[in-house]
Antibody
């Protein structure tokens, strides 16, 4: 069974740092693009970042460029999102998804709250 | 950047009746290889989104055939032939052709 399990969310102060992780199983991880999508409370879905199978290509939404970095460890079948200089408007549920042109598999999400 | 719009944003429907959601993109979603990466997702309350339709008109495994997708270029439609109670949720279109990827604002479907 294909499974994505996110972790690492929590409460952080504005300007703080957080690292999200996503453990993948049930498929050959290093064959797939991976993507983070977020959803602010009561709002719609927002694509955040995607990474290609070998990690050499990364794309970001403009609002996170320079602050957030997507990465992966194919040996560990894991996807990461390093979030620095966090802002209140980064508060959201962050979903790990498989694919990029139309994510077919989603994790359950991890909640990030940025507040003082 | 490509902007995705949806209409209506709220859609009260009667059980057993058809429903239709429109999605428009600010640029053509046809890529250089002639493929159109337009997808539809549904998110039920308290759940993660689920993809229903990919590349305009292809239903994902397990998606009932009362769901259909159509369209081309910049105009797309999701149709439900006969709405059932389990279809309640928020429906999003998403373009996967251009960077950055983008979702529409969502259409909330509920039962009258």
């Amino acid at each position: 069974e294909v499974q994505l399990v996110e972790s690492g969310g929590g409460l952080v102060q504005p300007g703080g740092t957080l690292r999200l992780s996503c453990a993948a199983s049930g498929f050959i991880f290093n064959n797939y693009w991976m993507t983070w999508v977020r959803q602010a409370p009561g709002k719609g879905l927002e694509w955040v970042a995607s990474i290609n199978p070998d990690g050499s290509e990364k794309y970001y939404v403009d609002s996170v460029k320079g602050r957030i970095t997507i990465s992966r460890d194919n040996a560990q079948s894991s996807l990461y999102l390093q979030m620095n200089s966090l802002r209140v408007d980064d508060s959201a549920v962050y979903y790990c998804t498989r694919g990029t042109w139309g994510p077919a598999t989603w994790g359950q999400g991890t909640l990030v709250t940025v507040s003082s | 950047d490509v902007v995705m719009t949806q209409s209506p944003l709220s859609l009260p429907v009667t059980l057993g009746q058809p429903a239709s959601i429109s999605c428009r993109s600010s640029q053509s979603l046809v890529d250089s290889g002639g493929v159109t990466y337009l997808n539809w997702f549904r998110q039920r309350p308290g759940q993660s989104p689920r993809r229903l339709i990919y590349k305009v008109s292809n239903r994902d495994s397990g998606v009932p055939d009362r769901f259909s997708g159509s369209g081309s270029g910049t105009d797309f439609t999701l149709k439900i032939s006969r709405v059932e109670a389990e279809d309640v949720g928020v429906y999003y279109c998403m373009q996967g052709t251009h960077w950055p990827r983008a979702f529409g604002p969502g259409t909330r479907v509920d039962i009258k």
